[in-house]
């Protein structure tokens, strides 16, 4: 079975300041790995994703992630926080089939 | 495309009654997954169709569950009959399979309050 674990449910930072909000996963095999974003009384929106390759995945709004094997961890980072970016954060695995299972979220505060 | 779209946005009913929530995929999206948000439980998986076929219901909580997708471009999630403990928003997504790997699109979410 694969699962996802998101250890902090909630993280804090000030404008402008890097950000890093954590994930980790349990998968047999190669893990799909994504991470979402949930603005208010909106759906998902996708952010980025790992499937092979380069460890470390840029995706939108200056996002990245990087995927650490024997870590089995996939953290979002971002160099420079904006107020923004204030929002619901899921990471998600998947084992190569089309259905992902997510972890129960981050909220993410950026102070002005 | 309009992207995947639910209706209705926000339902109330008490508890007893029948809700019917209702999802178009994206036009030649061939998955189509249905998932529960709550506080206490996170995103959770409820079913997953491809190609109009149920793959994996196992996250559907209990008989009072159904769904269906009668075609390519319709499906709906019904609860019958509805409980307090329903109470949370469901989120429609579809994706074009590519074996494997691909990232769902998220429909806005309807939610439900059962009184």
């Known amino acids: 079975a694969q699962s996802v674990a998101q250890p902090e449910d909630q993280v804090n930072v000030a404008e402008g300041n890097p950000l890093t909000v954590k994930c980790t996963y349990s998968v047999s095999g190669n893990p799909y790995l994504f991470w979402y974003v949930q603005y208010p009384n909106r759906g998902l929106q996708f952010l980025l994703k790992y499937i092979t390759g380069d460890n470390l995945v840029k995706g939108s709004y200056g996002f990245e992630a990087e995927f650490n094997k024997s870590q089995t961890s996939f953290h979002l980072k971002k160099p420079s926080a904006l107020v923004s970016d204030s929002a619901l954060y899921f990471c998600?695995?998947?084992?190569?089939?089309?259905?992902?299972?997510f972890g129960t979220g981050t909220r993410l505060t950026v102070i002005p | 495309d309009a992207g995947v779209i639910q209706s209705p946005r926000h339902e109330v009913t008490e508890m007893g009654q029948e809700v019917t929530l209702r999802c178009k995929p994206i036009?030649?999206?061939?998955?189509l997954f249905w998932y529960r948000q709550t506080m206490m439980r996170g995103l959770e998986l409820l079913i997953y169709?491809?190609?109009?076929?149920?793959?994996?219901d196992s996250g559907m909580p209990e008989d009072r569950f159904s769904a269906k997708m009668p075609n390519a471009s319709f499906s709906t999630l019904k609860i019958q009959p509805s409980e307090p403990r329903d109470s949370a928003v469901y989120f429609c997504a579809s994706i074009l399979g590519t074996g494997g790997g691909g990232s769902p699109f998220f429909g806005p979410g309807t939610r439900l309050t059962v009184l």
């Open positions: 998600a695995v998947s084992r190569g089939a089309n259905n992902l299972f």
């Open positions: 036009s030649g999206h061939d998955y």
């Open positions: 169709f491809n190609n109009n076929v149920p793959i994996d």
